[in-house]
């Protein structure tokens, strides 16, 4: 079968399988944006959320006999893709342990907790008693988790670091919050056009703004500390925080592309089945309609968003720090940039 990327799927597995992680990202997948947006869309992949334990094992125990060339007789190449697929969905590239489920990128968006906040999200302008602190609250504890647990791992980071950059992220993304909800609030005292371009535009900026707030501080240790940078023969060369520093802008650059079609398609979608006599006889259905339109949005931007750059990243290494520009013959080298 035709590979995504347009390599074959017997050297795609033998690259997996045979030579590192980095190279297989670099040679495949990421080339393109198309390429990148397919593997992504298996990333967020809600029936990867309920893969057992057991499941778990076979995949990586199956991808482990093919790196050491025994694997058993009448395995196929679907049932070698499929394994690959659970393990990069569930396993971090950089510790290899598992990722706790509800902070999986397939767990922002799908059943567990993506749904939930939608909804509670939605209540905002259906009921009176919509509290506007808790929800960005929550919104905003969970991304913050989401981005720390998909951050780069090649530092240790101690669980000080991360409950400083988890008060600093999410009082940062709440405040911003609040802040919007005040200034729609007095939009009031506004005239009808000024008041419309408020509630129309002011939201994006504010959510992409604490979006970025939330990434970096949640991340900020590699600033700090750096990033491992490898060789295309998957050897650590050093850890840059030059690299560091790319890693984040281009992580939060996907955090401001992220709320684009959230706050665009469904608006203008409801307001066209609004309309219909459907809903103009059941206007209990607006709300959870409403919830299933933001849920497809965001389960389209998710992979659209983080497709923009490669998960590893490759950087020139005369850009980088004199003694990692030293230490390799290699002109680039590689970085996980997190998700």
Same mark, same amino acid.
């Given at each position: 079968?035709?590979?995504?990327?347009?390599?074959?799927?017997?050297?795609?597995?033998?690259?997996?399988?045979?030579?590192?992680?980095?190279?297989l990202f670099l040679s495949v997948f990421q080339t393109s944006f198309y390429?990148?947006?397919?593997?992504?869309?298996?990333?967020?992949?809600?029936r990867? $959320?309920?893969?057992?334990?057991?499941?778990?094992?076979? *995949?990586?125990? /199956? &991808?482990?006999?093919?790196k050491h060339g025994t694997l058993p007789p009448g395995v196929t190449n679907k049932e070698l893709w499929e394994a690959q697929k659970?393990?990069?969905?569930?396993?971090?590239?950089?510790?290899?342990?598992?990722?706790f489920m509800p902070f999986r990128m397939s767990g922002r968006v799908y059943p567990l907790i993506g749904v939930p906040i939608c909804l509670l999200i939605l209540l905002k302008t259906h009921s009176k008693c919509y509290n506007p602190g808790f929800v960005p609250w929550l919104n905003q504890s969970h991304n913050a988790c989401v981005n720390y647990a998909n951050r780069n791992a090649t530092k240790p980071s101690p669980t000080s670091k991360f409950i400083q950059g988890y008060l600093g992220a999410v009082i940062s993304a709440v405040s911003i919050a609040v802040g919007?909800?005040? $200034?729609?609030?007095?939009?009031?005292?506004?005239?009808? *056009?000024?008041? /419309? &371009?408020?509630?129309?535009?002011?939201?994006?900026?504010?959510?992409?703004?604490?979006?970025?707030?939330?990434v970096v501080l949640m991340r900020h240790t590699e600033l700090k500390e750096g990033i491992d940078v490898l060789d295309s023969n998957g050897n650590m060369v050093g850890s840059s925080r030059i690299a560091a520093k790319h890693a984040l802008i281009e992580t939060a650059l996907t955090r401001v592309v992220l709320p684009m079609p959230i706050l665009v398609l469904p608006p203008m979608i409801m307001s066209i089945m609004e309309k219909t006599s459907l809903l103009r006889s059941r206007p209990r259905m607006v709300l959870p309609v409403q919830g299933l339109v933001c849920l497809a949005a965001f389960g389209l931007a998710?992979?659209?968003?983080?497709?923009?750059?490669?998960?590893?990243?490759?950087?020139?290494?005369?850009?980088?720090?004199?003694?990692?520009?030293? *230490?390799?013959?290699?002109k680039t080298v590689v970085y996980n940039k997190g998700l």
């Amino acid at each position: 079968q035709p590979l995504r990327a347009g390599v074959s799927n017997s050297i795609y597995l033998r690259a997996s399988a045979r030579t590192s992680c980095l190279t297989l990202f670099l040679s495949v997948f990421q080339t393109s944006f198309y390429g990148r947006f397919r593997h992504f869309l298996d990333i967020v992949d809600p029936r990867t $959320l309920f893969v057992t334990e057991s499941r778990l094992k076979e *995949a990586v125990q /199956l &991808l482990e006999d093919y790196k050491h060339g025994t694997l058993p007789p009448g395995v196929t190449n679907k049932e070698l893709w499929e394994a690959q697929k659970i393990k990069q969905a569930i396993i971090h590239p950089d510790t290899n342990e598992k990722i706790f489920m509800p902070f999986r990128m397939s767990g922002r968006v799908y059943p567990l907790i993506g749904v939930p906040i939608c909804l509670l999200i939605l209540l905002k302008t259906h009921s009176k008693c919509y509290n506007p602190g808790f929800v960005p609250w929550l919104n905003q504890s969970h991304n913050a988790c989401v981005n720390y647990a998909n951050r780069n791992a090649t530092k240790p980071s101690p669980t000080s670091k991360f409950i400083q950059g988890y008060l600093g992220a999410v009082i940062s993304a709440v405040s911003i919050a609040v802040g919007l909800n005040v $200034l729609v609030q007095r939009a009031n005292k506004f005239t009808p *056009a000024t008041r /419309l &371009l408020i509630q129309r535009f002011v939201p994006f900026p504010a959510v992409a703004s604490a979006n970025i707030c939330n990434v970096v501080l949640m991340r900020h240790t590699e600033l700090k500390e750096g990033i491992d940078v490898l060789d295309s023969n998957g050897n650590m060369v050093g850890s840059s925080r030059i690299a560091a520093k790319h890693a984040l802008i281009e992580t939060a650059l996907t955090r401001v592309v992220l709320p684009m079609p959230i706050l665009v398609l469904p608006p203008m979608i409801m307001s066209i089945m609004e309309k219909t006599s459907l809903l103009r006889s059941r206007p209990r259905m607006v709300l959870p309609v409403q919830g299933l339109v933001c849920l497809a949005a965001f389960g389209l931007a998710l992979p659209l968003a983080i497709s923009l750059f490669p998960q590893m990243s490759e950087i020139e290494t005369s850009r980088l720090e004199p003694e990692i520009a030293m *230490a390799t013959t290699s002109k680039t080298v590689v970085y996980n940039k997190g998700l």
